[in-house]
């Protein structure tokens, strides 16, 4: 996807070089920079709006991508879309300003701050690089881009190339200044580094990988330029023991499987390690209310075909276990997988649909656990009483998200990803003093 101004150099980006030279002229001519912040979160809201029509017409092309073997399945996919665009929301992108700087106001004039008058000026160019084919974490990060009235180049991780091109055609046409102010584009692996001189073009650089990519990638920024790296982290799902019997644990083993199957456990906020405050039998009979609701689910949010390699990889995670002791329900088919741990751990296998559980008999003992593993958490689910909730987040304040179980996969467009605000750390600030001081 490039910009219609940019159509002449169609032919030059196949090479870093080219691709830079692009980037740069981009940047300074593209018109998102000319924007108030208030025509910008108008033309998102509008871009949001449009995609939660079923009939429009670039959700319906992103859709029909699905059911493919290593995808989702199209009521999954559809199901995810609702939920990621009713998070962007005039309001939210308010909210999120706000919380980052204090006050609209700084995005289009001089304001009182600090002693002095301060302004955001408009970021010169992100250089976005996303992995895996999860709607969410792409998305968001461009949003967060346009609110910076950042123009961005946009690298589509290999195994999702359809939607993020029906994402920016559908800026084109619903909101063109955003369009015109994004380039979506595939190379080949981005670590080698012949692409280089293209992470010095921006001022920031936004990538979502694996850690040892993270790592390749943060060595060709220059000190002067901002760098957010999201790696692989898990979630975690916690269930008290007031929460786990009778209908109560029914209604948490429904919320539970609506959390596991709405993104296949892909995301970095699906539950893989579910702690239960019971005993060994209390675990076995949650996990067959488990059972019985993911069965269910797949109704409403049913599996897509797995690659041979997913189902090779489940059978094997399948057989480690049981000689580790792991009790495993469902084993005639791969669709979803329970695992009934004996000895505690952290499970942050990214498999489909496998749930991990354990047993404690008091919460407060995986205080050890999640202090070991602290750099690798996300988000925690919760099903314990009210009075608990608050409690159990200080205890465990190793997690950019705690919520309610069921709620685990819709976030606010403003939760704290990998527990800081990207907003505020890629903002450029000017100042203005008076001659007074």
Known sequence: HLPEFLHSQAD????PEGLAAAFETLIEEAPLRTLSIGEVIEAIDAVARAWEDPEFPWRKKALRSADRPGGFSRPVLSEALDALFASITKGALIEALEEAFGTLDVFDRFVVRGGGMQRVVPLRG????FSGNVPQPAVVSLVRGF????????????????FPLCFAASLEEVAPPLGASLIVAHWPGAEGKGWRPLFQVPEAVVVHGSDETLQTLRAFLTPKQTWIGYGHRTSVAL??????EGEEGGRVAQALAEDVALLDQR???SPRSVYLETSPEGARRFANRLAEALDAIEARLPSPPLLPGEVSGILALRSLAALRGA????????NWTILLHPTLALEASGLHRVVNLFAVRDLEE??????RHRNRLQGMGLAVAPERQMAIAEAFPFFSRYCPIGRMQRPPFSWPQDRFRSL???ARWISLEGEGG
């Open 147 to 162: 609110l910076l009235r950042a123009p961005m180049l946009a690298k589509p991780a290999s195994g999702d190339i359809d």
């Open 126 to 129: 992100i250089l976005q690089i």
């Open 239 to 244: 269930i008290g023991r007031e929460r786990v």
């Open 366 to 371: 995986l205080s050890p656990l999640f202090h």
């Open 267 to 269: 995301g970095c906020l």
């Open 12 to 15: 030059r980006i196949a090479t």
């Open 424 to 426: 505020a750390k890629m």
């Open 327 to 334: 009790r495993l329900w469902n084993a005639e088919r791969p």
